[in-house]
């Protein structure tokens, strides 16, 4: 059982950075494909970004390339991501995921959620 936590998030002004981590514990970390989700208020949890077992592999939803970062330390059992020139519609709830599978492809295929943490861009 992989438990995760994200933190990081907060208000922040728009053009703005802000880093979001997520610490794993519980399972072989590099065993997981790790992937980020963001939830906005009324909206669907929608895929932002992934990272292989081996953090060579990355893939963006085309919303946040080039703004958003995707990285992690295995020896730190971490994931993160780093979120710049931020805009009002990234304010959402940010989740990361574990899967098992190496290239997950779809929300059902992470096996391990985190709780969210709460990023808010103001205008």
């Known amino acids: 059982q992989v438990q995760l936590v994200e933190s990081g998030g907060a208000l922040v002004q728009a053009g703005g950075s802000l880093r979001l981590s997520c610490a794993a514990s519980?399972?072989?970390?590099?065993?997981?494909?790790m992937g980020w989700f963001r939830q906005a208020p009324g909206k669907e949890r929608a895929f932002v970004a992934r990272?292989?077992?081996?953090?060579?592999?990355?893939y963006y939803t085309e919303s946040v390339k080039g703004r958003f970062t995707i990285s992690r330390d295995n020896a730190r059992n971490t994931v993160y991501l780093q979120l710049s020139s931020l805009k009002s519609e990234d304010t959402a709830v940010y989740y990361c995921?574990?899967?098992?599978?190496?290239?997950?492809?779809?929300?059902?295929?992470?096996?391990?959620w985190g709780q969210g943490t709460q990023v808010t861009v103001s205008a």
């Open positions: 519980g399972g072989a970390f590099s065993n997981y494909a």
């Open positions: 995921a574990a899967s098992l599978i190496l290239v997950p492809l779809k929300p059902e295929e992470y096996e391990y």
């Open positions: 990272i292989s077992r081996s953090g060579r592999g990355t």
